[in-house]
Nanobody, 126 residues
Framework: QVQLVESGGGLVQGGGSLRLSCAAS??????MGWFRQAPGKEREFVAA????????FYADSVKGRFTISRDNAKNTVYLQMNSLKPEDTGVYFCAKRTRGSSLSGRYTGANEYDYWGQGTQVTVSS
């Protein structure tokens, strides 16, 4: 049974930083991703990382501000968020893909992932 547990969310002022963590159980050499969902909106892609950590992909809205990384020895994926804006507010979910994967690990659609965490709330005040 795969379990993903996010942590690190909270309330922060605009321009501030937060670091989200996603602790995963089971085999962890899989592509992982972060998504977010604001109230009344669909879940959207934020960032993805290949199983080795060698390839990272970002939504245009977060490029240059967010960094995804992973520590496979700790079974953990991180999302460092800097220069936060009120429009970054939402519930952040980590996701794991366990089906077959390409070498690039570029998966940006929610339907390309197989397991999800419960989410962690990020609120950015103006």
């Amino acid at each position: 049974q795969v379990q993903l547990v996010e942590s690190g969310g909270g309330l922060v002022q605009g321009g501030g930083s937060l670091r989200l963590s996603c602790a995963a159980s089971g085999r962890t050499l899989n592509p992982m991703g972060w998504f977010r969902q604001a109230p009344g909106k669909e879940r959207e892609f934020v960032a993805a990382i290949s199983w080795s950590g060698g390839n990272m992909f970002y939504a245009d809205s977060v490029k240059g501000r967010f960094t995804i990384s992973r520590d496979n020895a700790k079974n953990t994926v991180y999302l460092q968020m800097n220069s936060l804006k009120p429009e970054d507010t939402g519930v952040y979910f980590c996701a794991k893909r366990t089906r077959g994967s390409s070498l690039s690990g570029r998966y940006t659609g929610a339907n390309e992932y197989d397991y999800w965490g419960q989410g962690t709330q990020v609120t950015v005040s103006s």
